[in-house]
């Protein structure tokens, strides 16, 4: 008797959910148990269907995708997240696989034959990197370990509200945002990322979101 894959498609946009489940119609081992349209509503799901396998979207309302992955990776470890996602910047795949997921893929490039493939990976237990993912993590390993001492010894010069600047533009917030979050106004914001900038010799927000997931500063 075979096993069945329980699914559980977790997008905020219906007609993509309705695309991906019809997808599995004609699929002995894979059956959609469900939907959910934000976080939130995702982790009462797992709780009410108990699926193997999660089909994650990591643009999210109220709890993002990525805070998903983590309480997933934490709380429910029979379930597997398997990322497909628009966004191929190196910084969500490495985010993404390194919160604990088991594959990363793209929405604008994924062919059925090769979802499958990965789906049934997935819950064999082994991780899904195709050529894409394990060139990214490759790619960041050979960064982490090539920094030089100086370069690393920088993250000792920021103070405790720098580091939790670095983190809040790591994790996408506008300056507006992050100015609401923290209780000041946004040229304070604007003044502490000059300062941490230049303290890390970096030269914009998109090297600064590199520095923070290669230097592991969005666990500390």
């Known amino acids: 008797m075979s096993t069945t894959i329980k699914i559980l498609i977790i997008d905020d946009h219906q007609i993509f959910r309705d695309g991906i489940s019809s997808m599995f119609n004609e699929e002995d081992d894979i059956l959609v148990v469900g939907y959910a349209s934000d976080g939130e509503e995702a982790l ?3 709780e009410q269907l108990d699926p193997d396998i999660l089909l994650l979207d990591i643009s999210l309302p109220k709890i993002t995708g990525l805070d998903l992955l983590k309480i997933v990776s934490e709380k429910y470890l029979g379930v597997r997240t398997l990322v497909l996602s628009m966004y ?3 910084e969500y795949v490495y985010r993404a696989m390194t919160a604990g997921a088991y594959g990363y893929l793209l929405k604008q490039n994924t062919s059925k034959d090769e979802l499958l493939m990965a789906i049934r990976t997935v819950f064999g237990g082994a991780k899904y990197l195709n050529d894409e993912v394990s060139l990214v993590m490759k790619k960041s390993h050979s960064i982490k370990s090539t920094m030089s001492d100086e370069f690393q010894r920088n993250i000792s010069t920021l103070t405790k509200r720098e580091l939790e600047i670095v983190r809040l533009v790591a994790e996408g917030l506008t300056n507006q945002e992050m100015a609401s979050k923290l ?3 946004i040229r304070t914001i604007e003044t502490h990322k000059t300062n941490i900038l230049q303290k890390l010799q970096l030269k914009n927000s998109v090297d600064l979101v590199k520095y923070a997931i290669q230097n592991n500063l969005l666990e500390l």
Do not use: E, H, L, W
């Open 44 to 46: 009462t799901r797992i």
């Open 183 to 185: 209780f000041v106004n």
């Open 88 to 90: 191929s910047k190196d």
